[in-house]
Nanobody, 117 residues
Framework: QVQLVESGGGSVQPGGSLRLSCAAS????????MGWYRQPPGEERELVAT???????NYADSVKGRFTISRDNAKNTADLHMNSLKPEDTAIYYC???????????WGRGTQVTVSS
C-alpha cells in the first residue's frame, strides 16, 4: 500500500506559477512510477506528467515546456512546477504512484488549482 498527500494548490492569475508537492509513504516498489493527473471541471481525469525512479519523464502535450516534474527518491516526494499557467489548467490535481506503467494506481486526495484573472 502507498499513501500520497498533495499540497501547494491555490489560486493564481494567468501567466503565474505554482508548485505542487506530493509526500509518499508505504511500499517501496509502489513508488517506482510517480506522477500527476488532473481533472478539470466536468471533464475526465487526464495525465499531466510522470517520472520513474531513474528520472525518465513524460508529459502531456498541453503542458510541455510549461510544467516540470521532479522527484526526490530519498524523501519519497514528487513535485510539479507549473509555469505560464492558463485558465484551462484549472483542475483538481492528483498525485499518483504505481509499481509499473501496467499496475493499478495509488491516488492522493487531490489539490485544487484555479487559474483566473
Amino acid at each position: 500500500q502507498v499513501q500520497l498527500v498533495e499540497s501547494g494548490g491555490g489560486s493564481v492569475q494567468p501567466g503565474g506559477s505554482l508548485r505542487l508537492s506530493c509526500a509518499a509513504s508505504g511500499s517501496f516498489f509502489g513508488l517506482n512510477v510517480m506522477g500527476w493527473y488532473r481533472q478539470p471541471p466536468g471533464e475526465e481525469r487526464e495525465l499531466v506528467a510522470t517520472i520513474t525512479r531513474d528520472g525518465s519523464r513524460n508529459y502531456a502535450d498541453s503542458v510541455k515546456g510549461r510544467f516540470t516534474i521532479s522527484r526526490d527518491n530519498a524523501k519519497n516526494t514528487a513535485d510539479l512546477h507549473m509555469n505560464s499557467l492558463k485558465p484551462e489548467d484549472t483542475a483538481i490535481y492528483y498525485c499518483t504512484s504505481r509499481a509499473t506503467f501496467y499496475s493499478p494506481h495509488f491516488w492522493g486526495r487531490g489539490t485544487q488549482v484555479t487559474v483566473s484573472s
